[in-house]
């Protein structure tokens, strides 16, 4: 397996589909400054991420912002506490689904393909993005494990 990341330059056809997965995890703090930062830091690079994880998205009237060269998925809830941005390349050759909880901040992106994932023998996988606080009680989250990793037959 190829273990470099292949450039994925915003606004041309769809590159074959990736042997690397890039994923990038922020918190955005609920500040569209913070949000045009990070995004805008993908133009310098030479590789983008092909998923963006984000605790505490900007929000503006029930819309999150949008960015060339990357879809949205949120809980379509007033105020998401968690959002999942992904490329549009590795939406060309991926299905991905995303799967909302019954916790608005829990959000799961399944991923599938035909073909065996990144290296792997499987050909779907989940990923979670979480926004989990202590409760009062400092041992408690605010989303149980039970809920964050349900029993599956596939990785996430």
């Avoid at 949120?74 to 991905?96: E, I, K």
């Avoid at 901040?105 to 989940?126: C, K």
């Avoid at 202590?134 to 989250?141: E, G, I, K, Q, S």
Wanted: aromatic share 12%.
């Amino acid at each position: 397996m190829n273990n470099q990341p292949i450039p994925l330059p915003l606004g041309q056809g769809p590159p074959p589909a990736p042997a690397f997965l890039s994923i990038i995890h922020h918190n955005c703090l609920g500040s569209w400054n913070v949000f045009l930062s990070l995004f805008e830091s993908f133009k310098e690079a030479t590789t983008y991420p092909l998923i963006v994880l984000l605790q505490d998205p900007p929000v503006n009237k029930a819309h999150l912002p949008s960015f060339n060269g990357f879809k949205s998925f949120f809980h379509p809830v007033r105020q998401p506490r968690v959002a999942a941005y992904v490329h549009m390349s590795f939406l060309s050759n991926y299905a991905v689904l995303p799967r909302f909880r019954q916790v608005d901040d829990v959000l799961a992106l399944n991923i599938s393909s035909n073909e065996p994932l990144f290296g792997t023998d499987f050909h779907s996988f989940r990923i979670i993005n979480a926004y989990s606080t202590n409760t009062a009680n400092h041992r408690v989250h605010s989303v149980s494990p039970e809920i964050l990793f349900p029993i599956l037959g596939f990785p996430s």
